[in-house]
């Protein structure tokens, strides 16, 4: 059992930065997460995810490293990282690390190498340099736009352009450069070495380009398999640790094959956190995810938000519920008691179905998107690239509040990175610690029962009528969500083992989920 962990495994995001500071200078750090580890271990979470903590300049985030093998100062140092990875295991928490095959950082050595070094060098053929076109080399070789928008390619002195599908401070790696590969193989051995036991792989499907494509032609070609098999051979070698990717595909059937038993373990689904809150919509979601996953043997992972999407309260309190990268909906009008009504009963959605479930930190909390933050704060490369139309993902990256009755509301002592609204005090962990109806003794008890309870097994939809998804586990812990504007009835049931509002009298209330016990 202790080898497939990850198959059933709550895991709690951890956005270092915003976590809680432990030096005062207002940015989270190892110190500060050390120190907050009894309240990941009461929350009852298997694992925590960090986003990368390695020395980076921080030009998207720390998604622009500069060296894997050292830890951002900012946030700490190897020995303490290494202390960390230990006292969590003390506590039963596992640790997964966040690796970025696609890109590095400018400031990297490899790349300042390659800089220096000059066109036609092997320095330049672990990055993808080209000539331009026109007369004189001055168009960027092909018309591709990163993902974060403007060109993706960057002109350097010499005249060569260097392709980033993101910001210019994270140049692309040449996947088909033998150096490329096994620096990645060495930085994975160097951290499972210390003890990680599970490995994120940022945007997993876009390392293999084709550049002679006049279109964008970068996500999902088959040479980036062989990449994984590689990958899982290396974290197979080690005891119960495992992969989990990060890719961002329509097709369910392609996303797939990365699951397939000699590629990554697990993947994150983003396809049911794209979906609106509708019944029909939701139980579609999760027949495919089941569909697809079930004969590769791949458990499924269930994913309300993470630092790079909206907060489900402010999302699902929208009159348009679902979420898309390319339309944020920034300043679309919210209505927070529903939305924070819906998400508590995702919340219980989500942990009741097959396979692991992923808690981004503040979620827990049923903290709201801060969609007011000032315009010169912010740091995401979105907001910049974007001539300041889209403003990015900052807004669900708000530093955590802990305690107290005004900012920064026990992050640390010193001013938070980014403004926490002042009216979060009774979103503090400290406020809901006192009230069994807070979103936190919600996940609470739903983290205690998932793994008391609920079990490993299969599920079983039963019949419901139209808006209401209803269906049952194994263990025979059955899970009724009512998305109609209505009271319903709740099936036949000896006891009720949790709900995400109270009940109307014996019925389920709309945006509510109960999860109960049949009577036999
Ligand atoms: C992933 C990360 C995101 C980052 C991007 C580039 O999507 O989750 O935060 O900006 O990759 O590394
Ligand atoms: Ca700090």
């Known amino acids: ?16 930065r915003s976590f809680a500071d432990g030096n005062g200078d207002g940015i989270g750090d190892l110190a500060g997460l050390r120190a907050k580890l009894p309240y990941l271990a009461e929350l009852g979470i298997d694992a925590i995810w960090l986003n990368p903590w390695y020395l980076s300049p921080m030009a998207d985030g720390g998604y622009d490293v500069a060296d894997y093998r050292v830890i951002e100062p900012a946030f700490g140092d190897l020995a303490e990282a290494e202390k960390y990875i230990e006292q969590a295991h003390a506590l039963g928490i596992r640790t997964i690390i966040d690796v970025v095959p696609n890109h590095g950082s400018d400031q990297q050595v490899w790349f300042q190498q390659a800089l220096a070094a000059g066109p036609g060098s092997p320095e330049r053929e672990r990055f993808i340099f080209r000539v331009g076109r026109g007369e004189s080399g001055q168009l960027p070789p092909n018309d591709w736009q990163s993902i974060f928008n403007g060109p993706a390619w960057t002109r350097v002195p010499d005249g060569e352009w260097y392709l980033h599908l993101f910001a210019p401070e994270q140049p692309d790696f040449n996947w088909r450069n033998a150096e490329v590969v096994r620096e990645f193989h060495d930085i ?12 994120r792989i940022d945007s997993a499907a876009v390392l293999i380009k084709d550049l002679d494509s006049v279109e964008e032609s970068y996500t999902d070609h088959d040479a980036v398999h062989d990449i994984y098999r590689e990958w899982r051979r290396i974290t197979d070698s080690y005891d119960g640790r495992f992969l989990v990717g990060e890719m961002w595909m329509p097709d369910q059937e392609r996303f797939a094959l990365y699951l397939r038993p000699d590629e990554m373990h697990t993947a994150f689904n983003f396809d049911f956190l794209s979906r609106p809150w509708q019944a029909d919509e939701l139980r579609a979601s999760i027949d495919l995810t089941l569909a697809t996953h079930g004969p590769i043997g791949a458990p499924p992972t269930w994913v309300l938000s993470n630092h790079d999407v909206t907060r489900p309260v402010t999302k699902y309190g929208r009159p348009d519920t679902s979420f898309d990268h390319a339309d944020r909906r920034h300043g679309m009008v919210t209505d927070p008691p529903l939305g924070e009504r819906r998400a508590r009963a995702a919340a219980l959605l989500a942990m009741a179905l097959p396979g692991s479930v992923y808690v981004y930190q503040g979620e827990e909390l049923g903290l709201p998107e801060v969609e007011d933050l000032p315009d010169d704060l912010l740091q995401d490369p979105i907001w910049t690239r974007s001539g300041r139309t889209d403003r990015g993902r900052d807004g669900c990256r708000v530093p955590l509040p802990w305690s107290g009755a005004e900012p920064p509301f026990g992050f640390g002592s010193g001013t938070p990175w980014l403004p926490q609204p002042a009216d979060w005090k009774d979103l503090t962990v400290e406020a809901q610690q006192a009230d069994q109806s807070s979103m936190l003794a919600l996940y609470r008890d739903a983290l205690r029962i998932r793994r008391t309870e609920l079990g490993d097994g299969i599920l079983t939809w039963l019949d419901s009528e139209p ?12 899970c009724v969500v009512n998305l109609t504007d209505a009271p319903v009835d709740l099936p036949p049931h000896q006891s009720l083992l949790l709900t995400s509002a109270p009940l109307d009298h014996t019925r389920l209330p709309p945006d509510t989920t109960a999860w109960l016990h049949p009577s036999s």
């Open 188 to 199: 994975l051995r160097f951290w499972l070495d210390r003890g990680v036991d599970g490995i």
């Open 467 to 478: 808006g209401v998804l209803a269906f049952v586990r194994e263990s025979g812990i059955t």
């Open 1 to 16: 059992m202790s080898g497939t962990w990850w198959r059933g495994a709550a895991i709690y995001q951890v956005y270092l």
